[in-house]
């Protein structure tokens, strides 16, 4: 239950942060973001669902001491023009600075550096992907 609650609280805190970001994709609509689970349902290929942010356990460990979860966080847009790659960095960064100020979410889960932002080189065009990963403590032993 634990990796599955920080994975809501990710999601949750993503979500709000984002929730008065705009960008304009290539049809100059002003899109929301959405904040997807890891495994969703969804349809990942309709460029309808972009721009999106995908949280996901990658691993959970523990040690003598604590017990802890590696979380990645998965920023997705879509575009044919440049700016879909200048949204990409946007969206990254917010997140980015957002998790530097707030280390505890949730009031339970402490994040633990170092914390990594990385934009691929080689993109599937027109889809442009970016990924953020650290670790949350879950617990203690």
Do not use: W
């Not at 805190?13 to 689970?37: A, C, F, K, T």
């Not at 707030?102 to 993109?123: G, H, S």
């Amino acid at each position: 239950m634990t990796p599955a609650r920080l994975l809501r609280a990710l999601q949750d805190e993503i979500s709000e942060n984002l929730r008065n970001y705009r960008y304009r994709g290539d049809d100059e609509e002003s899109n929301h973001v959405n904040v997807y689970l890891q495994l969703s349902d969804e349809n990942f290929i309709d460029e309808k669902k972009y721009p999106l942010v995908m949280v996901s356990i990658r691993s959970v460990e523990c040690d003598n001491y604590k017990q802890f979860a590696n979380v990645e966080i998965t920023i997705g847009t879509y575009g044919e023009e440049e700016e879909s790659l200048i949204d990409l960095l946007n969206i990254s960064e917010r997140i980015r600075q957002y998790l530097l100020k707030n280390i505890k979410l949730a009031n339970r889960f402490l994040m633990l550096y170092p914390l990594r932002m990385e934009i691929l080189t080689d993109q599937p065009y027109p889809f442009r992907f970016g990924y953020i990963t650290t670790q949350y403590t879950i617990g203690s032993m």
